[in-house]
């Protein structure tokens, strides 16, 4: 037996290769460190501990698996050659055997090999758990499949026989158009690595959606050989992404119709305004700034009861729903009538965290109910009184007549005619409640008709310290009137604003024509009226005078009404309170 120079030992223990050296007899002549370990492993009697177990043996004494065909090997060649030799631990190594000469002399064999087991175990670990997690399909460039694993054949539910030799375009569900195809194959052929989703069709027809990534394997020509397709299927996410996409549509539209039927505000948990739409401030007058952040209460008014908006606020606080009408002030101060339905959004602990109010605009049908009650009651009066005026007029003609030739103390004789006259005046009030088929209506200027009632009412004004400011310095507009008609009511007017200034003042008259009405305005330094008293100016028989009947106002509207005009009224308690009654100007040519 030949034996190695140490300094050759030395060096081919440290290489990381396995080599053994076997001498012309194949007897072992030299083995490294790392070679004794797998050596032990090739063979499947012995113990071997060490190289000195060896050194000196005959390779048949290790008597392994593929030992024929190494030994065939080592005395046919030809060489350099390879020997497959399986291990015990099921995988098996690749050595390579060559012959070695010195000075043309055969001396022996160099078997060397690499220990691949462990990266072999290792990568068989990491096939089995992408196989287990991932869709892995191999193709060709052409996209014919070549591989495909157990979960590529679940999802797709055909089997491995079905889909091997077959293109992938059998997958196609149609949902994307033939040109994603094109560039997805255009892309990865340049050599990059494509990802996006794909909806795919399996076997029974069903779509499923994978997250996709497509790469290249190995490339000779710069061309991809081999398309690695690695899948996740996303068909549930991508379900719930729809469902949710869906859903968020929904609710905008939702929104979006609420939005145009209704006047919408949504508040927080401390009943501000968080958001009012396009509706809420046109009906209240506010830009969206200045509602945002504030409470509703800006919408009432303090003369309005404000323990309403409390009891809505105690009620929604709760979690219960608060539903009713509700009279709202807009920021220049006119009303509106709203039908409001506040709805609490309530967290799990039953707590709200947001309350929406939808309104609906009801101003209109507040008002023309208002009216309907007040034409009721007059147009129950006006029948009362057209029976009633002939009844006492005609007994109370003769009666006057009568009394004027009594000779009876003059004072007396003039008590009893006052209150003849009283009376008549009362009953000729009612009269103008009746059928109205006696009033001509005619073309006529309104400011003589003003003056003269101011010239009428003068002496009395002097006596309580009243005086009349009239500016009426305008040319004199025509209205369409039945001018009696028209001159009681500037009478009435003017009598309650005198009688609203026990201690005297100043009753403003002024008259503007705007567009094509003619405003004319009666005002006063009185005591006012009381807000909560406004809305029964016109009922009849209200009055506040304990010599007042309560009658002035309620035909003074309706007057106005059948020359197809209305009044409106401001008063301050303690300021005053102005009457301004807007009629119709008369198109037509004077007619005196
Ligand atoms: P009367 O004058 O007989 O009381 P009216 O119909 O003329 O009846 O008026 C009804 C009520 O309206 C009055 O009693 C008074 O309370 C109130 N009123 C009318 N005009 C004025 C005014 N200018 N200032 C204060 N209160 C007024
Ligand atoms: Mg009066």
């Given at each position: 037996m030949n034996s190695l120079p140490l300094d050759t030992i030395a060096v081919l223990d440290k290489i990381g290769d396995n080599i053994f050296i076997l001498d012309t007899h194949l007897d072992f002549l030299f083995i490294n460190d790392h070679a004794v370990n797998l050596i032990d492993q090739m063979n499947f009697k012995l113990d071997i501990t060490g190289k000195e177990d060896l050194i000196g043996k005959n390779i048949e004494f290790l008597d392994m698996d593929g030992c024929e065909t190494l030994l065939n090997l080592l005395y046919?060649?030809?060489?350099?050659t390879k020997a497959n030799i399986n291990l015990r631990n099921g995988s098996s190594v690749k050595i390579l055997i060559d012959r070695f000469y010195i000075g043309g002399e055969l001396k022996g064999y160099v078997l060397t090999w690499k220990d691949v087991s462990e990266y072999e175990r290792e990568l068989k670990d990491i096939k089995a758990a992408l196989d287990e997690s991932l869709i892995v399909a191999f193709t060709d460039?052409?996209?014919?499949?070549?591989h495909a694993n157990e979960k590529f054949c679940e999802l797709s539910k055909y089997t491995r026989g079905e889909l091997i030799g077959r293109n992938y375009k059998m997958l196609r569900s149609g949902y994307h158009p033939d040109q994603f195809f094109k560039d997805t194959q255009r892309y990865v052929n340049k050599g990059n690595l494509w990802q996006g989703q794909i909806m795919d069709k399996a076997k029974d027809g069903s779509c499923y959606w994978t997250q996709t990534t497509i790469f290249p394997l190995g490339s000779n020509d710069g061309k991809p050989y081999q398309q690695v397709v690695i899948q996740t299927d996303i068909t549930e996410q991508k379900r719930t992404e729809e469902k949710l996409q869906a859903t968020l549509k929904e609710l905008s539209d939702f929104r979006f119709a609420l939005d145009q039927a209704s006047i919408l505000g949504i508040l927080d948990d401390n009943y501000r305004f968080i958001y009012v739409n396009d509706n809420f401030c046109k009906i209240s007058k506010y830009e969206r700034q200045e509602l945002?952040?504030?409470?509703?209460?800006?919408?009432?008014?303090?003369?309005?009861?404000n323990n309403q908006f409390d009891r809505i606020l105690d009620t929604v606080k709760k979690g219960q729903i608060w539903q009713g009408e509700l009279k709202k002030f807009a920021k220049d101060g006119s009303e509106y009538w709203v039908e409001i339905t506040v709805v609490p959004l309530l967290e799990k602990d039953g707590k709200p965290y947001q309350f929406i109010s939808f309104q609906q605009d009801i101003t209109v049908r507040k008002k023309t109910e208002e009216m309907l009650q007040r034409t009721e009651k007059l147009s129950v009066i006006g029948e009362l009184a057209a029976g009633l005026a002939h009844e006492i007029r005609n007994p109370l003609t003769a009666i006057k007549g009568f009394a004027q030739l009594i000779d009876i103390n003059t004072v007396y004789k003039q008590v009893i005619l006052d209150e003849i006259d009283r009376i008549n005046f009362i009953v000729s009030e009612f009269m103008v409640l009746a059928k109205p088929h006696a009033i001509k209506f005619v073309s006529k200027p309104v400011i003589p008709m003003i003056k003269q009632i101011v010239t009428i009412l003068e002496s009395e004004a002097n006596l309580r310290n009243v005086q009349f400011e009239v500016d009426l310095n305008q040319s004199s507009p025509l209205v369409l009137c039945e001018q009696n008609q028209l001159k009681q009511v500037f009478l009435n007017l003017m009598k309650n604003a005198m009688e609203a200034m026990p201690h005297g003042g100043k009753v403003h008259i002024d008259l503007e024509v705007i567009g094509g009405m003619v405003e004319i305005s009666i005002r006063d330094e009185g005591i006012g009226i009381a807000p909560d008293k406004i809305k029964k100016l016109g009922e009849p028989f209200f009055t506040t005078k304990e010599r007042g009947n309560g009658l002035g106002l309620m035909v003074s509207y309706n007057i106005i009404q059948i020359h197809g005009g209305h009044v409106r009224v401001e008063s301050e308690p303690n300021i005053g309170t102005c009457f301004t009654i807007t009629i119709p100007l008369c198109k037509e040519p004077m007619m005196f």
């Open positions: 046919n060649g030809p060489f350099p460039r052409l996209g014919n499949i070549t945002i952040g504030k409470s509703p209460r800006l919408l009432s008014s303090e003369a309005y009861p």
